[in-house]
Structure formats: C-alpha cells, structure tokens
C-alpha cells in the first residue's frame, strides 16, 4: 500500500511538471515551419476588403544560401481548420533590387492544398538573383491573397 501512494506521488508530480512546461513552452521558432535560417520578412495576405487571413513568413540561411517561405493562417483565414492554402517561391531572371521580377522559366517552389494552419515550407536557392513570394487562402469566399512587392526582393 505504501508503494501504491509513492508511486500516485511520483505520477503527480511528473503530470505538474509537464503541465507546467506546455504551459511556459517558448514561442514558435523559424524551425517550427521546417524553414532553417532567420527570418528576413513577413508580407500580409488579405481580402479585397483587407481582413488578414494569413501571413507569409520568408526566411533565409546563409550557411545554405536558400530561401524558405510559409504561409500561416490566421483566426479570419480558418487556423485550425481544413481549407485551402498555397505559398510559392520564385526566382527571377534579375539580380538588381527594385527591378521588375520576371520569373518565367525560373525555378521555383511551390505548395498548396488543403491545411488547418500553414502552407510550406518552401525552399530555393537563388544566389546572385533575386526572389518574389506568393500566397493565398481560402475560408470559404472570399479568397485572400498576398506577396512580396512585383519587384525582385532579399537581391544577392
């Protein structure tokens, strides 16, 4: 018996301190998404009447030399819940920042379907050129959409 109320003892005492570290667990890290590197951006994804249903969130490592990008929902866009979301990486033919970011025949990276709370991560490589980011989510209508400026970004 006396064993019996050790052990119950130690099993409280184990379930506090658990509970105690979920409740005090840091905040979310660029490695939460899968993207390595720091964080470099962040760009809005809104409705035409400007609810934010999402951000894209870009990274960059230069231990690799590739940018990484995600596409987390908000409250408004359905975080949490099953619905359509798309983030893309694109490298442009440019290497001079501000200049018009034409990706056609270009690498990039891609992902989208249906998530309860992000699309991504995303990867490219894109040294000596510079990058563009698209998203968009989808809580029923209306669909959201968001990017980077369509001039080349994060140049180099």
């Not at 840091?26 to 720091?38: I, N």
């Not at 809104?46 to 987390?72: M, Q």
Request: glycine fraction near 12%.
């Amino acid at each position: 018996m006396r064993s019996s109320k050790r052990v119950v003892s130690v099993l409280i005492s184990m379930l506090a301190m658990c509970a105690f570290g979920i409740v005090n667990a840091p905040a979310a890290s660029a490695g939460a998404y899968g993207c390595p590197g720091g964080q470099i951006n962040s760009y809005p994804i809104k409705t035409d009447a400007g609810t934010l249903y999402g951000n894209i969130y870009l990274y960059y490592d230069s231990s690799t030399g590739k940018n990484c990008a995600v596409a987390v929902k908000t409250a408004a866009g359905g975080y949490g819940t099953p619905n359509y979301v798309a983030v893309t990486l694109f490298r442009c033919k440019t290497s001079t920042p501000g200049a018009f970011c034409d990706w056609a025949g270009q690498p990039n990276d891609s992902d989208y379907g249906t998530f309860s709370y992000y699309a991504g991560p995303v990867e490219l490589y894109a040294a000596g050129k510079c990058i563009h980011v698209h998203a968009q989510v989808s809580s029923e209508q209306p669909i959201a959409s968001g990017s980077s400026p369509s001039y080349g970004v994060h140049c180099g």
